[in-house]
């Protein structure tokens, strides 16, 4: 897991544990407060396939139930390639392999910090 050193949410750390306990990949916790008020944190990680991905979703669902993290919604469950779980101050991006280098979000959202 990369961690952005500015970031101190012990829940949403526990959200990246259980990720990398399923076996998703290059997970990277990223504080974002000082660059957008949409969310405080992207967690972004990378499932293996459509199925994987899918999974993935489902622990973050019962992850976030558990610890009382209000959903906001979610979106690409039918395909399985970007799953975006917006949790408000948290923001779960799961991606295939393909999609996570095409878009590259650690750049995009590194480069205005």
Not at 37 to 62: E, M, Q
Not at 71 to 94: R, S, T
Request: charged share 20%; with cysteine; aromatic share 8%.
């Amino acid at each position: 897991m990369t961690t952005n050193a500015s970031v101190s949410f012990p829940l949403h750390q526990a959200l990246t544990t259980l990720l990398e306990d399923h076996k998703a990949k290059n997970v990277i916790l990223l504080d974002v407060r000082q660059l957008t008020s949409l969310t405080d944190t992207l967690v972004i990680c990378t499932g293996n396939s459509h199925r994987h991905t899918k999974t993935l979703l489902k622990h973050v669902l019962a992850f976030a139930k558990e610890h009382r993290l209000e959903v906001l919604g979610y979106e690409g469950e039918q395909d399985g390639e970007w799953i975006l779980v917006d949790c408000i101050d948290v923001v779960i991006h799961i991606m295939l392999p393909p999609i996570r280098e095409f878009y590259n979000l650690e750049k995009l959202w590194g480069s205005f910090s």
